[in-house]
């Protein structure tokens, strides 16, 4: 048997671009790449009313940014590569590449240092901020005033397909309308890989921000172990003092709510030794945990 038969066609019209501007959410990760390119395939090269955008928050994995600077290259496609900056003239936006982008979260850094506070479970304000209102902010100086957004949420993850009511920007899921789902995705980044030898070599769980509250003890875990260093940034994140209305009080924040701080898990497996991630169940939340923006 041919080893790509089993691999079924994929219907075209689900990524054909609506009319009007264009706007494609790129993370970085397998899937939003495999949605570019299922575009570029159903389209040809991309009008100038549709532009790819990559938000970068500082706190990629150097893997991430590379694949997303390779996806570029290989495909003939212009990424633009975006981040969150605010000053005391207001908040926006710089326009970097893949030498320029920042590599030690300071666009994530900035956010936190005005907002005085840390995003959670219940306000993830990282992703409307950095991503989602960063991106909007660029196309909106760009003379935009109506788009639609192809985000790359999979058939198999239905559920975070959601509507939206947005004076400016209509969402849209061709991966989900044409029932792509996490094996087609897979399958896809494996003939890449055997063919052209191009693939996102990155860790499973380190893709989006590395150390990302939304991700389970276990890859917080394997991040410290792995890479201490980009672990070390959430740490210092949440030993930071924030100043109240009260000069006089300063307040601690953790990124998770009555959950273990990125430094009790540091000692933690510090104490244990390297046994805790050989036991099934060890770590309490469930895995794969990631942000969509």
């Known amino acids: 048997m041919d080893a790509q038969s089993h691999i079924r066609p994929v219907e075209i019209k ?3 671009l609506p009319e009007g501007n264009v706007q494609i959410s790129f993370s970085g990760g397998r899937t939003s790449a ?3 390119h ?7 090269d991309l009008p100038e009313r549709c532009k790819v955008i990559f938000a970068n928050t500082g706190r990629e994995m150097p893997e991430t940014l ?10 003939s496609v212009p990424i633009i590569w975006l981040e969150y900056k605010k000053d005391k003239n207001g908040v926006g936006f710089n326009v970097v590449n893949h030498n320029s982008a920042s590599r030690n979260g300071e666009p994530f850094d900035n956010m936190i240092f005005y907002r005085r506070m840390l995003p959670n479970l219940f306000q993830r304000f990282c992703t409307s901020e950095l991503k989602v209102l960063t991106i909007r902010r660029y196309l909106v100086s760009c003379g935009w005033k109506k788009w639609n957004t192809a985000v790359g949420i999979r058939a198999d993850e239905a559920h975070r397909a959601k509507e939206n009511n947005d ?23 494996k003939k890449q890989k ?5 693939d996102l070599n ?12 939304l991700k389970s003890e276990q890859t917080i875990a394997n991040l410290w172990r792995m890479h201490p260093d980009r672990a070390k940034w959430w740490a210092e994140q949440e030993a930071r003092e924030f100043k109240g209305k009260d000069p006089k009080r300063h307040h601690m924040q953790r990124f998770k709510r009555d959950k273990a701080s990125y430094a009790e898990i540091k000692d933690f497996i510090s104490r244990q030794g390297d046994w805790v991630f050989e036991q099934e169940g ?12």
């Not at 299922?38 to 040809?44: K, P, T, V």
């Not at 590379?66 to 495909?75: A, N, P």
């Not at 004076?167 to 980044?189: C, H, Q, R």
Request: proline share 3%; glycine share 10%.
């Open 167 to 189: 004076s400016k920007m209509t969402v849209y899921y061709p991966l989900n309308k044409a029932m792509i789902g996490i094996s087609d995705v897979t399958e896809f980044w």
């Open 282 to 293: 060890l770590f309490c939340q469930a895995d794969d945990g990631e942000c969509t923006g």
């Open 66 to 75: 590379d694949f997303v600077q390779e996806c570029s290259l290989r495909w």
């Open 14 to 16: 689900p990524f054909l």
């Open 34 to 36: 495999y949605m570019l």
């Open 194 to 198: 055997l063919d052209f030898d191009f």
């Open 38 to 44: 299922q575009i570029l395939e159903a389209n040809g």
């Open 202 to 213: 990155i860790t499973k769980g380190f893709g989006n921000c590395d150390g990302c509250f």
